[in-house]
């Protein structure tokens, strides 16, 4: 459940700066197949792998972090 809210915040965030999939698992240094999976929700994004998409992206982890369930 966690890494399916991870996943839809990063591809939100994606598409809002333009970028397709494929380019931006080029920028961030991953394979498309990695990038899919994180964003499907199938796989929980590493510490690493969210600071290299928050740097790309020009936000914060914490904007990527997905809200808090009340």
Not at 10 to 35: H, N
Request: charged share 35%; net charge negative.
């Amino acid at each position: 459940m966690e890494a399916e809210k991870w996943g839809r915040r990063i591809r939100a965030f994606r598409k809002l700066k333009g970028f397709t999939q494929e380019g931006f698992a080029k920028e961030i240094g991953v394979s498309v197949s990695l990038l899919g999976e994180v964003e499907r929700g199938n796989r929980v994004p590493t510490e690493n792998f969210l600071t290299e998409v928050a740097e790309m992206l020009d936000v914060s982890i914490d904007e990527l972090r997905p809200p808090a369930e009340k």
